[in-house]
């Protein structure tokens, strides 16, 4: 991934490459985590955040049909 200078996006995760997953409920899979970005909706019909699991950044993503 690419980030503008003064991206908000965490350095950790800028610095540090992550997988990502889909999951039926991001509010569920967030729930007790290490919350790095909270949820939010980069596009229509997305939602994602990243936390960190076992040292890594790890995204997190729910798609609803539109």
Do not use: K, Y
Not at 12 to 26: G, I, N, Q, T, W
């Amino acid at each position: 991934m690419r980030f503008e200078p003064g991206s908000p996006v965490p350095a950790f995760v800028r610095s540090v490459p992550h997988l990502a997953f889909e999951v039926d409920d991001l509010d569920v899979a967030l729930e007790g985590r290490e919350v790095l970005t909270p949820p939010n909706s980069p596009s229509r019909g997305v939602r994602v955040a990243v936390i960190v699991d076992d040292g890594a950044p790890v995204e997190l993503l729910e798609f609803h049909s539109q």
